[in-house]
């Protein structure tokens, strides 16, 4: 057994130190975090696009059309990721084939706006959380 007195103290010193935390992160512009990209496309895509979204997700065989390879997009385009274009289909989709294959994201992926490098010299504004998934993804592009 360890001093009650000690341990009653602790809780509270952590919900401190998570309060200022949490202060902080709404006092700074929000930041996109790489490892929350990776840990929502698992949540939300995976299913679909499979855990390496190469297109074999558990559900893919049951799909009319298949989800595509997320890793192919910028070699599908020319060696160019389109960053609005895929920000744009992942935050609302509105259906190239049917409008219900792929859910839109938007509700889960809202946040304040960031600014997101293009890779070209420009930048594209969009909610913080679709940034974070986004950029995961572009991360993932193979020749
Ligand atoms: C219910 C299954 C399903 C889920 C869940 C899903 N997708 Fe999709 N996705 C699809 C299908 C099917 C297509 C192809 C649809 C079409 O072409 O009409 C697609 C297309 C896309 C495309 C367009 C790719 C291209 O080259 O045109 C992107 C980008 C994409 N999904 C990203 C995502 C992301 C990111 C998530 C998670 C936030 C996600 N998807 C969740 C089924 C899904």
Redesign the pocket.
């Known amino acids: 057994m360890s001093e009650p007195g000690k341990q009653s103290i602790r809780p509270f010193g952590v919900a401190v130190v998570i309060a200022l935390a949490g202060g902080l992160l709404v006092a700074c512009a929000p930041e996109p975090m790489p490892s929350a990209g990776a840990q929502?496309?698992q949540d939300?895509?995976a299913?679909?696009?499979g855990t390496r979204a190469l297109g074999d997700?558990p559900?893919a065989p049951e799909?009319d059309?298949?989800?595509?390879d997320?890793t192919l997009?910028a070699s599908?385009n020319g060696g160019v990721f389109p960053l609005r274009a895929?920000a744009d289909?992942?935050y609302g989709y509105s259906?190239?084939?049917?409008a219900d294959?792929?859910?839109e994201?938007s509700p889960l992926?809202d946040g304040p706006d960031v600014a997101v490098p293009d890779g070209s010299g420009g930048e594209e504004i969009m909610p913080v959380r679709l940034a974070e998934?986004v950029t995961y993804?572009q991360s993932l592009q193979r020749p």
């Open positions: 929502a496309y939300y895509c299913i679909c696009h997700g559900v799909l059309v298949p989800p595509p997320l997009i599908r895929v289909t992942v259906g190239k084939h049917e294959l792929m859910p994201f992926l998934v993804l």
